[in-house]
């Protein structure tokens, strides 16, 4: 039981930090946001160090024990990481960086866009952000504007959208701001 607990948590780890690490890429090239919440991250590197710490048992030999103290590190470096992003959104959220202004949908709902106000206060800038939601819990951001606070949404096309007087052509992945 010890070897499928070491194995396990081996891989376990190494998706979730691929999956973290491709959600940071997206977020510094404005790509699409397939991870999961940040929260989602941090409980399944918890379950890998609670199933690395069962695997320690499994002693058969080195590459064995290697796999073990690899996947502890590894899910005790990403779950502070995470813990540390999930507490730093939180706080975000609850001093009001980010506020939710309005969602729209296009004429057949095939997209939807949710904009938020953000302000990071003495330490930046203010402005309004566009993100087109996908399935389950994709995101991708198509819209940035700083020093507005109020936004225009015309709809010309299923597919084609004006935002404070910037055409954008959702099917071609066009995006403003970036």
């Known amino acids: 039981m010890a070897q499928r607990y070491n194995i396990w948590a081996f891989y376990l780890i190494l998706v979730c930090s691929g999956v973290a ?29 609670i199933m690395g710490i ?6 058969r030999n080195w590459r064995a024990r290697t796999r073990s103290w690899l996947t502890l590190i590894l899910s005790l470096f990403l779950g502070s990481a995470l813990l540390l992003a999930v507490m730093l959104s939180l ?29 990071a206060g003495a330490a930046g800038s203010f402005g309004v ?30 597919s084609t959208v004006s ?4 055409i954008l052509d959702l099917k071609e992945g066009e995006t403003y701001g970036y």
Do not use: C, M
Request: hydrophobic share 40%.
């Open 91 to 119: 706080a975000a959220s609850s001093l009001g960086a980010n506020v939710h202004i309005e969602t729209v949908k296009s004429p057949d709902d095939h997209y939807t866009i949710e904009f938020y106000r953000y302000n």
């Open 163 to 166: 935002i404070n007087n910037h």
């Open 129 to 158: 952000r566009g993100e087109l939601n996908g399935p389950l819990w994709f995101k991708k951001r198509i819209f940035h504007q700083d020093t507005i606070d109020q936004i225009q949404v015309e709809w010309k096309d299923s």
């Open 54 to 59: 069962f695997g320690f048992k499994d002693k």
């Open 21 to 49: 690490f491709s959600s940071i890429y997206s977020n510094l090239n404005h790509g699409w946001h397939i991870a999961p919440p940040n929260y989602v991250l941090l409980l399944i590197s918890l379950l890998a160090f």
